[in-house]
């Protein structure tokens, strides 16, 4: 169930949210549990945010405000989507969609918000050093970014704001440093992690210096990180410890991958990450900031 | 007596990974693989949780049972189980990697065939680098475990060079002697805190949901006690009859069935002192802690039913009596109602009503609390009469929630009070998939996360809580009530003598 209007007058959007649950007197109880801001540069990021929307909503009822900076005038426009689950019941998010001038935009977003509950702010794009960025993320505990879009620069401009902040891509790369550690899983191995100084990484930039970081906070030394060209997805990771090599690498364009420590049959790991919005809706399941990633960023 | 755990150092890569799922390298052995448990339940929720990418990197299955299969057919057997079973598809570029973590070792249980098992084992670890860490999940009839654990101890698999834990699924013993029998046996093998005993009637999710109720809230904990409750009713009500089970349900009845471990669970959740961590002993130890103070159940304060014909949701239902299988004369209770009284400070006083039955008007489970009333009203009288006290009632299921019952003014001219109920279901609030319950209870017994396992003394305990009335209730005969009532009179009465009644789910 799904119900669109139009507005420019904000202070019309709660009654138009209100209607678009079917009204009170339904008795319909409103369960949201947290707001998210969503700066989106232009009407494709809206379009983006709306299908993530769709999908994070079920597990997480939520206000978002998709936030649009424009030239024109200001304008909202106010949807609300229930999604029934097993035995009837149904849980419900909110939508509002707001063009503004960047001026503008802050002041429309606060007025907006749901009192009491926690703020999010998922900012898609580059992440820019003005004051819009400043303003929202100051409304917000909590800033989600993507280095794959705003580079590592743009994770460390977002962490200037001061709030916590999360990395879509680095989330993304859990089951990445989950099969890397998996090869130090014996207790024989855990021994060859000392002599580790290299690692090799076939992939992204922002992917592969965040895997590199990750290795040298958690081990606590120098690594050096060697770039072996270019791709758009991360495809291998390699290290060398004692002359024996360790290494993950993904099975063509698959979801699996391969495995291999020496001295053992090469075994299967799940490398696909899961859909891009669930690892937004992983990021507003907590608060505070991933020490782990804060640490990894630094040693990037 | 059995190993120490060998701690290796950990990894340091493995710091906030995984968080919920498992990574100590493990080999999951399946005694009985080749039948009905292992088809429907164990491999179609390892194969999920593979999926999940819950299991560790270094994962191995190795089934055992006399059928004579090798490892591609185990395969072959695996994936049509999983095909018929799972909750998901199998995906078959998925399961080409899933296969190869799969073996088979035919054998039966006596040590020649252990001895052959554990060169199995050691070859596995050799390489997949299993690290000689093991459960071994006991899926046979019951009669078999002590046969299985006294030959693992005969031929070391106890005593791998890992970590050993093992599985059993209920029943564990029809009584107290019994349950301390088996308990002997397999502790000869293997320490308490590496025994997972299956009791999963309630979930993950449904403890975790009482246990945040409780201790989340600073606004319910405070009344949780004899000051405020007057009492308690759990019922834990099934629609359906005894099906095609008669011959097992002869041995067991509603009070072995029902009572002695899923009843009592809820109760001792709902009962329990707050843990001081939310880990499987601080809990455990409470739970215990309730069961002992728990006062073993009379038959002055307990009632039996056995369910008579009737229609239950409309449909005509057959007496107890006349069900297959069940002798012309059989006594077992389907039914039964009891007041549980608990000797600490903070439930003296107030008794817990528990109910249980088949063939009852609904399939349902829950705990209301009735609290007391306010001790003056400053209304009419008139304006009060269909004034309740307020409850608390934690659903279950079928539908899992929670309904606080409140008094309210109705908007009329005059003043009258009404009561209301405000209704909150977690399904409304949360949509989210839930996982089948081996799943969960697989990757717990994998990360030796023992909380939703049951401990011994829990065992024995509520043995001693149920024997006093098993033994008197071998003679008599239970009340008939019929199908799709909520019981016979006596349960009505066991109530009213103490000024109360039964709330209709
Ligand atoms: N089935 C369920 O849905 C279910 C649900 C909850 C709990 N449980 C419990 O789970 C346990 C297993 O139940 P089940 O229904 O799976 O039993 P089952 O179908 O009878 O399976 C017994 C297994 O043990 C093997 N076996 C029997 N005797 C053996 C021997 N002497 N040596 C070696 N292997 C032997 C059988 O295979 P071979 O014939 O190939 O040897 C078979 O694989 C029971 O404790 C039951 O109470 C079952």
């Not at chain 2, 949780?49 to 004579?68: E, H, K, M």
């Not at chain 2, 949360?430 to 717990?444: G, H, M, Q, S």
Request: proline share 6%; with cysteine.
């Amino acid at each position: 169930m799904s119900a669109n209007n139009e507005t420019s007058d904000l202070a019309a959007v709660e009654a138009m949210l209100r209607a678009a649950r079917g009204g009170d007197r339904t008795g319909s109880v409103r369960a949201i549990t947290l707001n998210l801001i969503v700066l989106a540069p232009d009407a494709d990021g809206v379009e983006a945010a709306v299908q993530a929307l769709e999908h994070v909503g079920p597990s997480h009822p939520l206000r978002a405000i998709v936030a649009t900076p424009t030239e024109g005038e200001l304008r909202a426009s106010v949807a609300s989507s229930c999604w029934v689950g097993a035995s009837e019941r149904q849980v419900c998010s909110e939508r509002v969609v707001v063009e503004a001038g960047a001026k503008a935009l802050p002041s429309a977003v606060t007025s907006l918000l749901v009192p009491d509950l926690p703020v999010f702010l998922w900012w898609q794009g580059e992440f820019g050093d003005d004051g819009l960025a400043e303003q929202l993320s100051r409304l917000a505990s909590r800033v989600v970014v993507d280095s794959g879009e705003c580079g590592l620069d743009g994770v460390a401009a977002a962490r200037r704001m001061g709030g916590s902040v999360a990395d879509l891509a680095w989330a993304a790369l859990m089951p990445w440093r989950d099969a890397v550690a998996g090869l130090f899983d014996g207790p024989s191995e855990v021994k060859a992690l000392e002599r580790i100084q290299a690692v090799d990484v076939r992939g992204p930039e922002n992917e592969a210096r965040l895997m590199a970081g990750w290795l040298r906070s958690a081990l606590d030394s120098e690594i050096d990180l060697h770039r072996e060209g270019r791709s758009q997805h991360l495809e291998r990771v390699t290290m060398q410890s004692g002359g024996k090599e360790y290494l993950v690498e993904r099975r063509g364009r698959g979801r699996l991958g391969t495995a291999t420590v020496p001295g053992l049959v090469d075994y299967p790991v799940l490398l696909a990450s899961p859909p891009r919005s669930s690892l937004l809706a992983n990021e507003l399941s907590r608060l505070s900031s991933d020490r782990l990633f804060e640490q990894a960023l630094e040693a990037a | 007596m059995a190993t120490t755990a060998k701690r290796p150092a950990p990894n340091p890569l493995r710091a906030g990974l995984r968080v919920g799922g498992a990574s100590v390298p493990t080999v999951f052995v399946i005694y009985g693989a080749s039948g009905d448990l292992s088809q429907r339940k164990l491999l179609p929720a390892i194969y999920n949780l593979a999926v999940r990418g819950l299991l560790p990197n270094r994962f191995a299955v190795i089934g055992y049972a006399r059928s004579d299969m090798d490892n591609e057919s185990f395969r072959e057997f695996a994936r049509a189980a999983v095909e018929k079973f799972s909750r998901t598809p199998v995906d078959d570029h998925l399961w080409q990697a899933f296969a190869q973590l799969l073996h088979y070792q035919s054998g039966s249980f006596d040590e020649e065939g252990f001895r052959v098992l554990g060169d199995r084992l050691e070859a596995i670890d050799a390489g997949h680098g299993t690290g000689g860490n093991r459960v071994y999940y006991l899926s046979t009839p019951a009669s078999f475990f002590p046969v299985i654990v006294q030959a693992m101890g005969a031929t070391r698999l106890n005593r791998p060079p890992g970590v050993a834990r093992v599985v059993i699924e209920k029943p564990f013993g029809h009584d107290l002697v019994s349950a301390r029998e088996l308990a002997d046996v397999v502790h000869r093998s293997f320490r308490e805190n590496q025994i997972y005993r299956i009791d999963h009637y309630l979930g993950k999710e449904t403890v975790q949901n009482i246990f945040a109720f409780r201790f989340a809230n600073a606004i319910f904990e405070p009344v949780w006690n004899n000051t405020h409750v007057d009492h308690v009713q759990i019922t834990v009500g099934e629609s359906i009859g005894v099906e095609h089970r008669a011959a097992f349900y002869e041995e067991t009845g509603v009070v072995r069935d029902i009572v002695q471990n899923h009843l009592l669970q809820v109760f001792s959740l709902v009962a329990m002192e707050p843990p001081a961590a939310f880990d499987a002993d601080p809990i455990r130890d409470e739970k215990a802690k309730l069961l002992r103070a728990t006062k073993p159940m009379t038959l002055e304060n307990a009632v039996r039913g056995q369910y008579g014909d009737g229609y239950v949701a409309g449909e005509q239902a057959a007496a107890y009596l006349d069900e297959p299988n069940v002798p012309p004369d059989s006594n077992t209770p389907t039914y039964i109602a009891a007041r549980l009284e608990i000797g600490n400070w903070r439930w003296a006083g107030t008794p817990f009503y528990i109910r249980a039955g088949k063939r009852l008007a609904k399939r349902v489970t829950e705990v209301a609390v009735q609290f007391k009333r306010p001790p003056h009203l400053p209304f009419p009288v008139d304006a009060v009469e269909q004034l309740e006290p307020n409850a608390l009632v934690l659903r279950i299921q079928p539908d899992e929630g929670i309904s606080l019952r409140f008094g309210a003014k109705s908007p009329t001219p005059t003043l009258a009070l009404r009561t209301v109920n405000m209704d909150f279901l977690y399904g409304s609030a949360f949509l989210a998939e839930v996982p089948e319950a081996y799943e969960t209870l697989i990757l717990d017994a994998v990360r030796g996360d023992g909380t939703l396992f049951t401990r011994q003394d829990s065992v024995e305990r509520s043995w001693e809580i149920v024997d006093p009335l098993l033994e008197q209730w071998r003679k008599g005969a239970p009340q008939v009530y019929p199908a799709g009532s909520w019981g016979p009179d006596l349960a009505d009465e066991l109530l009213s003598r103490d000024g109360r009644r039964w709330r209709r789910p």
